[in-house]
């Protein structure tokens, strides 16, 4: 089946520094990319959608400027947490969706900022 | 807006027990219907896809059902196993926009 990774699995930085996430479609090509963010014990959230070759699309309260969103190729997509803070730590899981079967998720990446 | 509903939130069963997992959903205008499962610090495995055409999806001890006018979806599993232990996501996504709306998720425990 189709695979997404992540990169890193998991990070812990500093306050104020930035972080960047990578998601990679493995053995498709996923014009469109969505990340989503999980805190404990709650469910997904949606917070932007990437499109390869455009800007994304944040959904409501999600400050794009914050959360910097880059689909540069049509197999990777990144998202950067800029001026990171504790409130930031959660879970940051990718998707990508392949018409006839679905969505796919990348295994997510464990934010904790300190 | 969608919201998802899953019912119950938590349930423990023994081992070898058929049991049923409850999903509903506000908006019945819903395009796709996707089960997931979550284990504890994972990303999601993909269980079933129930498309806008479709009424149900098996796979092995899985089924899903999916009834747009009553707003629900169920998925059965038959004769759980330890294994399949782990939180289980349903998500429905209105029109072709590609956006999954999640619910909070059921998580299962299957007692040996």
């Known amino acids: 089946g189709a695979v997404v990774s992540q990169h890193p699995s998991w990070v812990i930085c500093k306050s104020g520094t930035s972080v960047k996430i990578e998601c990679r479609s493995l053995d498709f090509q996923a014009t469109t990319m969505f990340w989503y963010r999980q805190f404990p014990k709650q469910s997904l959230m949606l917070m932007a959608t990437?499109?390869?070759?455009?800007?994304?699309?944040?959904e409501q309260g999600v400050e794009k400027d914050k959360f910097l969103i880059n689909h540069a190729s049509l197999t990777l997509s990144t998202l950067t947490v800029t001026s990171a803070h504790p409130e930031d730590s959660s879970f940051y899981i990718c998707?990508?969706?392949?018409?006839?079967?679905?969505?796919?998720f990348g295994p997510g990446t464990r934010l904790t900022v300190t | 807006k969608q919201e998802v509903t899953q019912i119950p939130a938590a349930l423990s069963v023994p081992e070898g027990e058929n049991l049923v997992l409850n999903c509903s959903f506000t908006d019945s205008a819903i395009y796709n219907l996707q089960w997931f499962r979550q284990d504890p610090g994972k990303g999601l495995t993909s269980l079933l896809l129930i498309q806008s055409s479709q009424r149900e999806q098996t796979s092995g001890r899985l089924n899903a059902s999916l009834d747009k006018s009553s707003g629900r979806s169920t998925l059965y599993i038959a004769a759980s196993q330890p294994g399949d232990s782990a939180t289980y996501l349903c998500?429905?996504?209105?029109?072709?926009?590609?956006?999954?709306?999640f619910g909070k998720g059921t998580l299962l425990t299957v007692n040996p």
């Open positions: 998707s990508a969706k392949i018409a006839t079967s679905g969505w796919y």
């Open positions: 990437s499109n390869e070759g455009s800007k994304a699309t944040y």
């Open positions: 998500a429905g996504a209105g029109g072709s926009n590609y956006k999954l709306t």
